[in-house]
Antibody, heavy 120, light 110 residues
Framework: QVYLVESGGGVVQPGTSLRLSCAASGFRFSGHGMHWVRQAAGKGLEGVAIIRHDGRKSWYADSVKGRFTISRDNSKNTLFLQMNSLRAEDTGLYFC?????????????WGQGTTVTVSS | QSVLTQPPSVSAAPGQKVTISCSGSSSNIGNNYVSWYQQLPGTAPKLLIYESDKRPSGIPDRFSGSKSGTSATLGITGLQTGDEADYYCATWDSNLSVVVFGGGTKLTVL
């Protein structure tokens, strides 16, 4: 069975930092690009960050560029999202997602998400 | 405002067919694959269609996807009450260098 389990969410004040983790199991983690996708309560999905299978390239939404950093440890089958200078608008459910196909063909495995709340 | 445009809601009776549109541009749908996701209330999204028109194993053939130019369409036939969910399209945007999603469409099975 393929699993993605996120952790690290919580309630933090604006301007502070948080690090999310995603533990992968049941597949060859190093063979897949990985994504973080977030969803504010009652709102749609937003792609936040992507990292290539080997960790050598990453991409970010404009809304988080310069504040968030995606990384991975293929030896530990773990994906990370370092979030700095957090803002109220970063509040939401953060999903760890596997890129299942070449050329951005589709995101085939989703974790259950971890909740981030940024509030004073 | 989302890069990809979907209707906010669609509805149809059980057993009927419904289509959900997703409109974009040459920097996204026009030159990249489209994928579709179903999100049931309180759950994570689930991949329904990948590479614009392919179904992952386990997805019934009631669900279909197509793409033409800068638009894509999800079709669902034989509607069931269990199909009530939010549906999202997604694709790579070559200008933004990020995966972009549509705003989502809420399907109601009357």
């Amino acid at each position: 069975q393929v699993y993605l389990v996120e952790s690290g969410g919580g309630v933090v004040q604006p301007g502070t930092s948080l690090r999310l983790s995603c533990a992968a199991s049941g597949f060859r983690f190093s063979g897949h690009g990985m994504h973080w996708v977030r969803q504010a309560a009652g709102k749609g999905l937003e792609g936040v960050a992507i990292i290539r299978h080997d960790g050598r390239k990453s991409w970010y939404a404009d809304s988080v560029k310069g504040r968030f950093t995606i990384s991975r440890d293929n030896s530990k089958n773990t994906l990370f999202l370092q979030m700095n200078s957090l803002r109220a608008e970063d509040t939401g459910l953060y999903f760890c997602v596997r890129d299942g196909y070449d050329n951005w063909g589709g995101l085939d495995v989703w974790g259950q998400g971890t909740t981030v709340t940024v509030s004073s | 405002q989302s890069v990809l445009t979907q209707p906010p809601s669609v509805s149809a009776a059980p057993g009927q067919k419904v289509t959900i549109s997703c409109s974009g541009s040459s920097s996204n749908i026009g030159n990249n694959y489209v994928s579709w996701y179903q999100q049931l209330p309180g759950t994570a999204p689930k991949l329904l269609i990948y590479e614009s028109d392919k179904r992952p194993s386990g997805i019934p053939d009631r669900f279909s996807g197509s793409k033409s130019g800068t638009s894509a369409t999800l079709g669902i036939t034989g509607l069931q009450t269990g199909d009530e969910a939010d549906y999202y399209c997604a694709t790579w945007d070559s200008n933004l260098s990020v995966v972009v999603f549509g705003g989502g469409t809420k399907l109601t099975v009357l």
